[in-house]
């Protein structure tokens, strides 16, 4: 497979796969049909128990979203001042599904939260989804459950367009930005222990201190999701690129309240409603359409294996 290539639209940096099969109209609809016979197969298990975060959503008729402001464009705040993004419109179907399976009308409590605090908050009740980009991953599982998968990223690194970098393996000697704590500063580790790199690593709190310590060159490069530096609001094509290399697979899903299995099996219901609707597909254009006019295999089966019987 050939590397990733970059083009702009509309002054901003944008990240496109060149030659990555994308199946047309009649492929797609084989291989969905393929991904619910095989989900046949499977037992589904129907959301009928009410206890836990579903007993006490059922009760108050409110349901606890937390959401990100520097996620862009799966979880960030639009210009009238609302949560919007990718992840956003799934949560809110999701939503939509609730109320149908408890019969009630509900109201949404939106919570903000950033990169350090969006799993306290589901573990801790203030947040009952995060609807974010957030990496399902064997540590964070000890804290919290997670959703069908939701989308799948990768992990790249951004350098300033001027900087001589041109690959992973110019990042000798240089300063690497990174945001402490994430699956994204495991990735970089390993990577520059696997080519045998000597590179400073620069642990920041956030996307927004990570984009201006390298737009100050305080740092060499930035390491995050590749789409969420795409969507920084710092990220001008003219000013950055992005490195070829894919670190890493980041398998993103919802984040849910730990061993409370009716919950997630109410959330898992609504997602595989949308996964076998239309809607996904509009969904996915409205925010990704700069990638291609469908997803590519890999997050095409995302929603091909979230979608269960009832």
């Given at each position: 497979?050939?590397?990733?290539?970059?083009?702009?639209?509309?002054?901003?940096?944008?990240?496109?796969?060149?030659?990555?099969?994308?199946?047309?109209?009649?492929?797609?609809?084989?291989?969905?049909?393929?991904?619910?016979?095989?989900?046949?197969?499977?037992?589904?298990?129907?959301?009928?128990?009410?206890?836990?975060?579903?007993?006490?959503?059922?009760?108050?008729?409110?349901?606890?979203?937390?959401?990100?402001?520097?996620?862009?464009?799966?979880?960030f705040v639009n210009s009238q001042g609302q949560p919007d993004?990718?992840?956003?419109?799934?949560?809110?179907?999701?939503?939509?599904?609730?109320?149908?399976?408890?019969?009630?009308?509900?109201?949404?409590?939106?919570?903000?939260?950033?990169?350090?605090?969006?799993?306290?908050?589901?573990?801790?009740?203030?947040?009952?989804?995060?609807?974010?980009?957030?990496?399902?991953?064997?540590?964070?599982?000890?804290?919290?459950?997670?959703?069908?998968?939701?989308?799948?990223?990768?992990?790249?690194?951004?350098?300033?367009?001027?900087?001589?970098?041109?690959?992973?393996?110019?990042?000798?000697?240089?300063?690497?930005?990174?945001?402490?704590?994430?699956?994204?500063?495991?990735?970089?580790?390993?990577?520059?222990?696997?080519?045998?790199?000597?590179?400073?690593?620069?642990?920041?709190?956030?996307?927004?201190?990570?984009?201006?310590?390298?737009?100050?060159?305080?740092?060499d490069s930035f390491a995050s999701d590749k789409l969420l530096?795409?969507?920084?609001?710092?990220?001008?094509?003219?000013?950055?690129?992005?490195?070829?290399?894919?670190?890493?697979?980041?398998?993103?899903?919802?984040?849910?309240?730990?061993?409370?299995?009716?919950?997630?099996?109410?959330?898992?219901?609504?997602?595989?409603?949308?996964?076998?609707s239309t809607d996904i597909l509009d969904i996915y254009l409205?925010?990704?359409?700069?990638?291609?006019?469908?997803?590519?295999?890999?997050?095409?089966?995302?929603?091909?294996?979230?979608?269960?019987?009832?």
């Open positions: 497979m050939r590397k990733p290539a970059q083009t702009i639209r509309q002054g901003r940096l944008h990240q496109v796969t060149i030659g990555t099969f994308v199946p047309g109209e009649s492929n797609m609809r084989r291989v969905l049909l393929f991904g619910v016979v095989l989900a046949c197969a499977i037992n589904g298990a129907s959301a009928q128990t009410q206890e836990g975060r579903l007993k006490q959503i059922g009760e108050t008729k409110v349901v606890k979203l937390a959401y990100r402001s520097d996620a862009n464009p799966f979880s993004g990718y992840t956003i419109d799934l949560c809110k179907f999701v939503v939509h599904s609730l109320e149908q399976q408890l019969n009630a009308k509900l109201t949404i409590a939106w919570v903000p939260v950033d990169t350090q605090s969006r799993f306290d908050a589901v573990a801790g009740g203030l947040a009952d989804m995060e609807c974010g980009s957030s990496t399902v991953s064997f540590g964070r599982m000890a804290k919290v459950d997670f959703s069908s998968f939701t989308f799948v990223e990768n992990t790249g690194l951004v350098v300033r367009t001027n900087s001589g970098i041109f690959s992973v393996g110019d990042m000798g000697g240089k300063k690497i930005a990174v945001i402490a704590g994430t699956t994204n500063e495991i990735a970089l580790v390993k990577e520059l222990q696997r080519r045998q790199l000597q590179a400073s690593l620069i642990r920041v709190k956030d996307r927004r201190e990570g984009m201006a310590a390298l737009e100050s060159g305080a740092v530096l795409i969507g920084a609001p710092t990220a001008d094509a003219s000013n950055y690129k992005m490195l070829p290399e894919n670190l890493s697979v980041e398998p993103y899903a919802i984040a849910l309240p730990r061993g409370d299995s009716a919950f997630r099996v109410a959330v898992n219901k609504g997602l595989s409603q949308l996964y076998s409205k925010w990704f359409s700069a990638i291609g006019p469908r997803p590519d295999l890999l997050r095409a089966a995302v929603y091909i294996f979230g979608t269960l019987p009832d």
